[in-house]
């Protein structure tokens, strides 16, 4: 069992960056391809970013790209997602993800979630 707890949400102003944290709770973590999630109010989850194993690699949503780095720390046992220039749009609760299989985790059939964090942008 790994257990993802995340941080770092709030509420601010569009144009701003935040940056959220995801903690595993076990060193099985580097085993794990994470990711991040986002839900908005009415809406499906939906993909944001992704990172492999190695951190080597990552993946993006389009409507993030150019805006949100995901980066990780194996040593920390931590995921990261830096977002920049957010927009209103962005506006949603996130959920980190991990899975052993990084396509599963890219088309969202993840093994653990976080309990997600709120982020509001306002205009």
């Known amino acids: 069992q790994v257990q993802l707890v995340e941080s770092g949400g709030g509420s601010v102003q569009a144009g701003v960056s935040l940056r959220l944290s995801c903690a595993a709770s076990?060193?099985?973590?580097?085993?794990?391809?994470m990711g991040w999630f986002r839900q908005a109010p009415g809406k499906e989850r939906d993909f944001v970013a992704a990172?492999?194993?190695?951190?080597?690699?990552?993946y993006y949503a389009d409507s993030v790209k150019g805006r949100f780095t995901i980066s990780r720390d194996n040593d920390k046992i931590t995921v990261y997602l830096q977002m920049n220039s957010l927009k209103p749009e962005d506006t949603a609760v996130y959920y980190c993800?991990?899975?052993?299989?990084?396509?599963?985790?890219?088309?969202?059939?993840?093994?653990?979630w976080g309990q997600g964090t709120q982020v509001t942008v306002s205009s």
């Open positions: 993800a991990a899975d052993s299989d990084y396509n599963s985790l890219l088309a969202g059939v993840v093994d653990y």
């Open positions: 076990r060193r099985t973590f580097n085993n794990y391809a």
């Open positions: 990172i492999k194993r190695s951190g080597i690699s990552t």
